[in-house]
């Protein structure tokens, strides 16, 4: 079993929609999770991180952590063009494993 | 604040040669890590300096070294290049060896052919 999962996508939606990304993971050492965006020939972007279970809000983005089910969401409200992009979990404890990234486009 | 800065942003190597990838971190963050990311095995951590000292290491072999100087910049050396070893080669630094609050450089394209 890998240790992280994420659906490498490539997800489509339209201009405004609320898009939910997510990842899996195996290991319940880890503390911390992470996403980031990344565009194309760029290094990745840390959009949020999250301390344990719970939620975190900023802007339009939305984090939530779910412990119990090793499972972790991104929200994106108010969609736009512009966060089209390959969006990477990540997750740390001892030691830092990221997902393969999905792959978001945002269709105007 | 300026963001990490990675020298070269492109290089193209033969297989058998060496190459030697730069990272300038933020203004005073003392700890900066590596990263190789390929499209089949995504972004692996390949290892962290810290004040000088390397601090945690990944799953590579030993061709991949790196160091750290006093200001914080740091160097990543790759010998007996492999064609397996084109990647996009990112730093990222962090202001105390926090992994989860880590700021990514713009990376190396390195080829090799």
């Not at chain 2, 991949?64 to 996009?88: C, H, I, K, P």
Request: charged share 20%.
């Amino acid at each position: 079993q890998k240790e992280v999962e994420q659906d490498p996508g490539p997800l489509s939606v339209p201009e405004g929609a609320i898009v939910s990304l997510n990842c899996t993971y195996s290991n319940s050492a880890f503390q911390y999770f992470m996403w980031y965006r990344q565009y194309s020939r760029k290094g990745p972007e840390l959009l949020m991180y999250t301390y344990s279970s719970g939620n975190k809000e900023d802007g339009r983005f939305t984090a939530q952590v779910d412990k119990s089910s090793k499972y972790i969401s991104l929200f994106i409200r108010d969609s736009q063009p512009s966060d089209s992009a390959t969006y990477l979990c990540a997750m740390s404890g001892d030691k830092i494993i990221f997902g393969k990234g999905t792959r978001l486009h945002i269709l105007p | 604040k300026a963001g990490v800065t990675q020298t070269p942003r492109y290089l193209i190597k033969t297989r058998g040669q060496q190459v030697t990838l730069s990272c300038s971190p933020i203004s005073g963050h003392r700890s900066v890590s590596w990263y190789q990311q390929t499209p089949g095995q995504g972004l692996q951590f390949l290892f962290e300096y810290f004040s000088e000292t390397q601090r945690n290491k990944g799953n590579f072999p030993g061709r991949f070294s790196g160091r750290q100087f006093s200001n914080s910049r740091s160097e990543m050396n790759v010998s007996t290049l492999e064609l397996g070893d084109s990647a996009l080669y990112l730093c990222a630094s962090s202001l105390a060896g926090t992994n989860y609050e880590q700021y990514f450089g713009p990376g190396t394209r390195l080829t090799v052919t």
